[in-house]
């Protein structure tokens, strides 16, 4: 089969796993039990495993749209015979309203559809393959015309009002036909094999009360500034990533997405990152709800523990897991040929020093909401990290790319240092008595002395990526943005100028490096805020409608773009491509330092 573009999908989301859905109507990835378990539907990843395609039989011509403020998909396909419209969902939980959005769903997957005009012959494909292929299930048809599929620890039961529904060897595929104001229902129910069945759902009244709950769920949440619209839509993709039960926040949805097609830069994005995690409350500060500050920074401190000599993990599994060690999945042909396809990251095992910074940052940003004195863990946990950074800033790290050749001193690695001590010296007071400012912010003016010193390349005329590099680095573009200088300081200011001039390009994308074979969503918007900072409305709103020009057609973004085909690349929906637009967005409301 040709392999359709990334940007043809779009996300479903129960906010305890997720679904992608292509504009031909298959399924072509889905893990049901949570974001990081393995996939039922993977022809993402391999022709061969798994999907379910709902659609007309024929050629069609489609629209889709989210209804509004959910992640509940209806597609219309215009046939030459008439127009039916398929919708799609994951369900939530029946009365789930607010924040329950997600703690009890379902995995249920929910497929309605309904005659428009006409008469449209339709077709259904069934054909799961679950731990990412390496199953073919047994299919049994039910006395009530349901179909359960089988295999290993997978049930999955395939219900439908219409027809009973037939099982082949290995799949389900059936033709019927939709005319105008005929609505034919169906419900996919995900079950582990040894335990409960799953309960039977009437789908068109889980469809009701899936929109209900996130609409409801939306309704708590306001932001009316600029871009009002797609920062709606970002912040519903950020919750659509979030798994509730714990409130950690998946990096993407899916795994091995390549960075370049045919390439071998193909990771597994369905963990948590601190780093996006911490970027992630930001934008939640701006676009949603403070008041959830407490559940998600309980996540981050159960997920760390006690903080003792070896470095924090960088990232971890959904529940705080933290050995997600990497394997691959050889069986798999991967997207587009991309090989390895790869489950697990062994980032985790990396030392990153801006980590601490970003999270004691997203403590400082949301410190106002989290009490006059902090929790015992919390506190333990800004000083550990604190102390941490003190102890080795000094040392070379893998930087903010998580780099597998080797440590550097990175640039913006030093300056997360700087920020980590700086914040901390200011939230002292609440921090109890670990805290030591006053060798803290000794520390912090070193580090800042250092990074002016070794971090400005007097040859090239800008701030470097690595210490004694000449090499320029997108990641520069944080030293205004964390307050470690002005935009307007002239050093800084000819820093941006020469990432944009040999890092972006006339789309308004912008590279990490100059190999850098795509552009990257978040560095662009990066960019969008560093000019806003420099005074520079005209060409910062000029840039930021560009880089919106690339989401795709339900304002959805994957973590890059193709500079010459501007083809959607790398794991999707990403997270920090949403978050880059919601903090950029926010900039033109407000250009001060926030």
């Not at 008595?433 to 007097?458: K, M, Y």
């Not at 918007?525 to 930021?544: D, I, N, P, Q």
Request: glycine share 10%; hydrophobic share 40%; aromatic share 8%.
């Amino acid at each position: 089969m040709d392999q359709p573009p990334i940007s043809d999908y779009g996300f479903l989301s129960d906010c305890r796993s997720g679904a992608l859905v292509g504009r031909d109507g298959s399924v072509d990835w889905w893990c049901p039990d949570r974001f990081d378990a393995p996939s039922v539907f993977g022809r993402l990843l391999d022709p061969d495993a798994g999907y379910w395609r709902l659609a007309p039989l024929g050629p069609s011509r489609v629209e889709r749209a989210y209804r509004p403020d959910t992640l509940v998909l209806r597609t219309v396909h215009h046939t030459p015979e008439g127009s039916v419209a398929v919708t799609d969902a994951l369900a939530a939980e029946v009365g789930a309203r607010g924040h329950q959005l997600g703690m009890n769903s379902p995995a249920v997957l929910l497929r309605v559809v309904e005659g428009l005009a006409g008469r449209v012959r339709m077709g259904l494909d069934f054909a799961p393959r679950p731990e990412y292929g390496l199953l073919t299930p047994y299919l049994h048809e039910q006395p009530d015309g349901a179909v359960v599929a089988v295999a290993g620890p997978v049930a999955l039961t395939l219900r439908g009002n219409g027809p009973a529904l037939r099982a082949g060897r290995d799949r389900v595929r059936q033709e019927f036909e939709v005319t105008a104001g005929q609505r034919v229902d169906f419900d996919l129910a995900y079950a582990p094999v040894h335990g409960d069945p799953p309960a039977r759902m009437d789908p068109s009244t889980a469809l009701a009360e899936t929109v209900q709950a996130w609409q409801a769920y939306r309704g708590l949440h306001h932001y009316d500034g600029p871009y009002a619209e797609q920062v709606r839509r970002s912040a519903t993709v950020l919750t659509g990533l979030t798994y509730t039960r714990s409130g950690a926040v998946a990096a993407a949805l899916t795994t091995s997405l390549p960075e370049q097609c045919g390439g071998d830069r193909n990771y597994d994005y369905r963990y948590s990152w601190l780093r996006d995690f911490a970027m992630t409350m930001r934008a939640f500060w701006v676009a949603a709800c403070p008041t959830e500050a407490d559940r998600l920074f309980a996540w981050a401190t159960r997920a760390i523990g006690r903080i003792g000599d070896e470095p924090v993990p960088v990232l971890f599994g959904l529940a705080g897991e933290r050995d997600i060690s990497e394997r691959e999945l050889g069986h798999l042909r991967g997207y587009a040929g991309s090989l390895p396809v790869r489950v697990g990251n062994d980032a985790w095992r990396q030392r990153q020093l801006d980590v601490p910074g970003e999270v004691i940052s997203a403590v400082w940003r949301l410190h106002d909401y989290l009490g006059e004195t902090f929790d015992e863990e919390l506190r333990e946990m800004v000083v550990g990290l604190a102390e941490q950074v003190a102890a080795t800033w000094r040392l070379p790290d893998h930087g903010i790319w998580e780099t597998r050749d080797g440590e550097r001193h990175h640039l913006s690695s030093k300056v997360l240092c700087w920020c980590a001590l700086h914040r901390a010296v200011q939230m002292a007071p609440r921090l109890g008595e670990r805290a030591d400012p006053r060798r803290w912010a000794a520390i912090r003016d070193e580090i800042r002395d250092t990074v002016l010193r070794d971090g400005w390349n007097d040859r090239v005329g800008a701030f470097t990526g690595v210490f004694g590099s000449a090499e320029l680095d997108a990641s520069a573009l944080l030293l205004p943005i964390m307050q470690f200088l002005p935009a307007t300081d002239p050093r800084m200011r000819a820093t941006i100028d020469a990432i944009e001039r040999e890092l972006g390009g006339d789309d308004g994308l912008v590279r990490r490096w100059g190999g850098d074979p795509a552009g990257f969503v978040l560095c662009s918007f990066w960019l969008v805020e560093c000019l806003l900072l420099a005074g520079e409305e005209g060409r910062a709103r000029k840039l930021f409608e560009q880089v919106l020009g690339h989401a795709n057609d339900l304002g959805l973004f994957a973590e890059q773009v193709d500079l010459r085909t501007g083809a959607q690349l790398g794991n999707t929906p990403q997270a920090l491509s949403h978050i880059g637009l919601i903090n950029a967005a926010w900039r033109f409301a407000d250009l001060s330092f926030g």
